[in-house]
Nanobody, 122 residues
Framework: QVQLVESGGGLVKAGGSLRLSCVAS?????MGWFRQAPGREREFVAT????????FYSDSVKGRFTIARDNYKNTVYLQMNSLKPEDTAVYYC??????????????????WGQGTQVTVSS
C-alpha cells in the first residue's frame, strides 16, 4: 500500500494562504484532500484525477482552494487562499481505492497520510 506524507500546515491569519503538499511513496490513482476539525466528522475538501485533468471541490472551498499534482514527483498539492477561521482543521491527503474519479467519501480511499494541522486565526 502506498505511503503518504503531508506537510505545509501551520498558523495563518484570516485572509492568508498556505500550500499543503502530499508526497506518495509510489504512483497513485485519484487523490483527495479531507479535513477534520475537533468534534466533527472527516469531510471532503477536493479531489483530482490521475492525469490532473479533472478536479472537484466541496462548496465550502470552491473558488478559494486549488488541488494540483505532479506525477513525476508523486506529489499532490492543495493551495489554500483567502483562508477563514472555519478552515481550521487537520488536513489529510488520501489515495483512492479504485479507478473512478469524483470520489468524496472517506471509505472510497485506501491510504491516508498522518495529517497536518492548519489553524486560521481571526
Amino acid at each position: 500500500q502506498v505511503q503518504l506524507v503531508e506537510s505545509g500546515g501551520g498558523l495563518v491569519k484570516a485572509g492568508g494562504s498556505l500550500r499543503l503538499s502530499c508526497v506518495a511513496s509510489g504512483s497513485t490513482r485519484s487523490m483527495g484532500w479531507f479535513r477534520q476539525a475537533p468534534g466533527r466528522e472527516r469531510e471532503f475538501v477536493a479531489t483530482i484525477s490521475w492525469s490532473g485533468d479533472h478536479t472537484f471541490y466541496s462548496d465550502s472551498v470552491k473558488g478559494r482552494f486549488t488541488i494540483a499534482r505532479d506525477n513525476y514527483k508523486n506529489t499532490v498539492y492543495l493551495q489554500m487562499n483567502s483562508l477563514k477561521p472555519e478552515d481550521t482543521a487537520v488536513y489529510y491527503c488520501a489515495a483512492a481505492r479504485g479507478l473512478n474519479f469524483g470520489l468524496t467519501t472517506p471509505g472510497d480511499f485506501e491510504a491516508w497520510g498522518q495529517g497536518t494541522q492548519v489553524t486560521v486565526s481571526s
